[in-house]
């Protein structure tokens, strides 16, 4: 059965050997990227430094074997956009008239062409209001650890005005990290309720 948690150890070797043949380094050979060749009936099993992150068909240009690396590096991405979206619908005790919204298709093509590793979660009221302030969450989660930058402000839509609610927040709460993608969401959830607790006003309606 396959696994719908990410597998963190492969998404971190998989980003490596991405970069260790991109950019700076597309001139160098397979050997000093630490990417090794293993032939399997009409395929290649690639490693890096012992780890397999891709299987290539036995003629493959460079430029393939970048794709094939950010194909499987989009599998993992994909379960840990799942994973982080189920635990933050589960976790934020949100209004009725708050959504939360993960960007996962848009980061899904940056990342195929350019390789960004970043993917955009928002949460926020689905009407604007003139009359009382509204929360506003964007969650900026890394692609290749659990890692992410959280911004969170009440904005007064009449004032046209917005309040950074984690300006006096320790770093580890407004860029967290954790051991796996579903602790970096609740350790989000948790960030988010504590403000809240703070700043009763920003979610009433």
Not at 41 to 52: A, L, P, Y
Not at 143 to 161: M, N, S, V, Y
Not at 179 to 192: F, G, V
Request: aromatic content about 6%; hydrophobic content about 40%.
């Amino acid at each position: 059965m396959i696994s719908t948690r990410p597998n963190l150890a492969y998404l971190k070797a998989a980003w490596a050997a991405h970069a260790s043949i991109s950019a700076e380094h597309c001139r160098q050979s397979y050997d000093e990227a630490g990417i090794s060749f293993e032939r399997v009936n009409h395929s290649w099993i690639v490693r890096k430094d012992g780890t397999q992150v891709s299987t290539m068909p036995l003629r493959y240009t460079r430029q393939e074997l970048r794709m094939g690396f950010l194909g499987r590096i989009e599998m993992e991405a994909r379960k840990a956009a799942h994973e982080m979206e189920t635990i933050l619908l589960h976790e934020l005790e949100l209004p009725e008239d708050h959504s939360l919204v993960v960007e996962m298709e848009e980061a899904m093509r940056r990342l195929r062409r350019n390789g960004t590793r970043s993917m955009k979660i928002f949460v926020g009221p689905r009407v604007l209001s003139e009359f009382f302030p509204q929360l506003f969450a964007e969650i900026h989660v890394f692609l290749d650890a659990p890692r992410a930058c959280l911004f969170l402000h009440q904005r007064d839509t009449k004032e046209g005005t917005a309040i950074d609610l984690l300006a006096d927040a320790p770093k580890r709460k407004r860029h967290p990290r954790a051991e796996s993608y579903a602790e970096l969401a609740q350790r989000i959830a948790a960030t988010i309720h504590e403000t809240l607790d703070e700043s009763p006003s920003a979610m009433s309606a």
